[in-house]
């Protein structure tokens, strides 16, 4: 079946880009709930999974709510309020959800308040809801869990794709206008007259089911899907695959980059940094390095500091990243970088004709 979604002049004035942290919690963690990740991801899904499976959270809410097919509940990706909200943004967005719209949600999903997911039979009705003054305060907590397991050591590198993206489009749209920019986002969305049209879905996407308007998001784990949400009164909401994902996860790191880098900074550091590519703990960096874990700490507390590096707990240890300054350093010719937008990414074929779409 397919979507048609009509368009008024208002309706595209209205019409916007925003990068979402939410839309990247439930894709990727949808993605990482199939047994064979497309080989796309399957770098970050190694690496990512062992964690997720160790905090629990594949027998949580959020595993009762991303199911790893089908629907997915919309109040899990609110309305952006700008063009790049923050991740606790959104999740103050999620804990205003309406009632309402919760209850509508979780009996699409054939979920009960009498059996919560992800709690033992002995707990009391209503857990996922939440009987407090902070509702669904304990889905924050997994969301948060899962953020900084799954994507906050790799946000630098993600958050540089979409807004690379986001830049890239708007200088299309003031080249070309909205109609050419609608019409490239993915093989199953075209332009027609006015009419959004997205074929082979089984789920339709009308202006009578949303509000005016339309939010474009790109993102890094939907592909090679578009993803949409239609809840009025809000905007209708649609989840692209973002160009470039294709050299997402390859090593960027430079040897002549290091090197200048080393100049400045010092050899050791600058190996720290090179060896970043991939999040990594102390123990796995002195494990690779010439340098003691004590002489690794040190080290890393000074490039932190110096806001070139992140720490993020993951259990009993911590994985440092890099920062998108630091990747500015030794990766200047990485694709995510807005400043290269117009030059064409690779996309190792996003737009497979061969891959089902997920239907929402």
Known sequence: ???????????????????????????????LRHDNPPPLHRRWANQVRPRVRAAGLYRGRL??????RGYLADFLTPTPAGPFPTLEGELDAIERT?????????????????NPPGN???????NLLGTTSAPLAGLRDELLTYWELALAPYWARIRGLLEADVFHRARQVAEHGSARVLGELHETVCWDDGTLRLVRRACALTRDQAGSGLLLIPSAFAWPRVLTRS?????????????????????????????AVAGVLGRSRALLLAELDTPASTTQLATVLPLSAAAVSQHLTALRHAGLVTAHRSGRSVLYARTAVADALLCPDATGSPARTDSPARTDSPTRTDSPLELR
């Open 120 to 126: 033992p039979p002995a707990n009391p009705p209503g």
């Open 63 to 68: 595993a009762a709510l991303v199911p790893p």
């Open 231 to 259: 809840v009025a009164p809000d905007p209708p909401q649609l989840a692209y695959p973002a160009r470039g994902i294709g050299n997402l996860w390859e090593p960027r790191t430079t040897s002549t980059a290091t090197e």
């Open 98 to 114: 309406p009632a309402e719209q919760i209850a509508r949600d979780l009996e699409t999903l054939g979920i009960t308040t009498r």
């Open 1 to 31: 079946m397919d979507s048609a979604l009509s368009f008024s002049a208002a309706d595209l004035a209205q019409t916007r880009f925003a990068v979402s942290p939410m839309w990247e919690v439930v894709t990727s963690f949808r993605l």
